[in-house]
């Protein structure tokens, strides 16, 4: 039995030695559709599957003698496991929780689901989790609940709004709530948290238009951010518009499937997990050479394109590099869909504010020195600040207030407020950017003391 086994062994080694040797030798490239085999990877898949190959033989063989042993620890690991996975889900760790991620939406092209815990991950060293409500909304009220409010201020706006990388409780709306609460002394009055990450006025217009509705609101503030005009060029493009409505392809790529808190857990802290990311890419090279040549359905939202006079842009940052008389048009386009927020925030008999908000750069490039974002726009863009200038001019055009936050940014001395590595508010700039809208809307009486 040892004999056939080691003969088998050493066939199977035979097998996938001479494999190699033809990769190297590009032997197999053939195979491929494009005729293109990546010899690294190709190498490292067949060394992954001699590896799996050989513990598989190995572990026939010693089940067939010690079955009864490999059945007890399996019954053992399957009871301990169980054991921690109700453990995990009652202590509510939050390692051990769903991953944050959108869902697909015909309506909405992406949304958040509904009544749902997911673990955003670590920013500060606090562990992030995000809670939605029965509208997939990262706020704990009910279109009911809210309603029961004298003053219902719906935050419309993109992942600022949403509270990237900051607890639910420190973020820009509940900050808000808690200030005009304390200045108005008196509870009767709510801030809802409408914002979504990578939203734009193209898609907020259908998210108030349709979900925000049943929540009647009494002011509706839309915080608008740089990336909004590219983010409104790029999902117009992949939009269908019909009778006056507009929908999507779901091409959004769903989240993976939720295994279970322990699964989740030894992902998540596993130390060797770029090792267990190089392993599977490995195992999966043989199933995406087979694919090359079909069209590939997950969605890629970095993936930009616009033509600005003889110049191809591929990030949405592209207003920096050109002066106002070249991007005037594509603001204009993002401007119609503000307004059209406007005419639908009149008909729900609500107040409407628009806020321009800055990015980091525009008061201290100092504030997030390693900032992943940091190839896609330098810190000292020769047109930066046509945003600005763009939403000031508009402010004689349309029939609602715009107020910049930029002069409130520049002026405080308050450091840092955004992350080192990502341009987003940190919980100091969640707070300071809450005060400064808090104080906006009382002085202009837009809220009644």
Known sequence: MKLKRRVILVAVAGLFFALIVSVACGLLDLLAKDHRVARGEAIGSLAAYWLLTTLAIILVAFAARHWRDLLLALVALLIAGGIAEVALRLLGT????????????????HIYPPHRDMFQGVYDEHPVVIRTNEDGLRTGYTRERFRSYHDRVVMLGDSFVFGYGVRQERGLTAVMERLLRD???????????AGIPSYSPLLERSLLA?????????????????????DDIQYLSEARVSGGRISFDPRVKPSSTYLGALVELVRRVSPSISQERMAVRFLTYPFRVARRGHPRKDYDYYKFRVMVGPTLETNRFFIYRHPLAETRMYFSRTLENINAIADQAERLHARFLLAINPRYHHWNPAESPDNWERGDYALDEPYQYEYFRFFEEARSQVRYPVFSLLPAFQDTHEFPLVF???????????????????????ETGMIAR
């Open 94 to 109: 939050p390692w051990g929780m769903r991953h944050f991620a959108a869902v697909p939406s015909t309506e909405y092209h």
């Open 183 to 193: 200045r108005l002394g008196e509870t009767d009055v709510a801030v809802l948290n």
């Open 210 to 230: 349709g979900t925000l509705q049943p929540y009647q609101p009494t002011l509706i503030v839309l915080l608008v951010d740089v990336s909004d005009i590219g």
């Open 420 to 442: 080192r590595e990502d341009p987003h508010w940190n919980e100091r700039g969640n707070a300071f950017a809450a005060r400064v809208l808090v104080n906006h809307l009382l």
